[in-house]
Each structure stands twice: as C-alpha cells, then as structure tokens.
C-alpha cells in the first residue's frame, strides 16, 4: 500500500528497515487470565491453535484478543525539503 497525501509531502508504506518483519505479527491473548501465544511472523495459524489448546487446557477462557502487528514508515515525498536533505 501507498498513499500520497500532496498538501503534506510525507508518503506512508511499510517499514522496509533492515530487520523489520515484512508480514503482519499475529498473536492471542485470553481476555480471562492474560496469558498469551506470543506474536509470530506472517503467520497466524499458530496463535489460532494455542487459543485452542488454551481453552482445552482451561475450559471457562474462551475469549481471546487478536493483536496484528504491522510496521509503518512515513517519507518525504517528491517535493519535500526533507528528501533532497536525506539523498545527500
Ligand atoms: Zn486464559
């Protein structure tokens, strides 16, 4: 995705830095106690099947929260001072 916002001069897409996870996290949390699956890159069977093992270890949680990570980054567009600053 990107979009260009020409009053502002900044462009928003995702975070390309080396090391930045290029797919969304995916994690379950359980609304009752807390516990969580821990985030996992790109992939989002894995928090899906502990929700599951978590409810089957401890029937009366069966509310989870769904956290999708992603990272952004914001850049001078074409035109901004701040790009012609950065190239040099
Ligand atoms: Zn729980």
Redesign the pocket.
Known sequence: MRAIIKAAEWTLGPETAEGAPREPMYEAE?A??G?SSGATDGEQLPAEVWALK?TGA?PS?RTYRAIITSFWRVSPAEGNPYRELEAQ
Request: aromatic content about 0%.
């Open positions: 359980c009752s106690c516990e978590h401890h949680h």
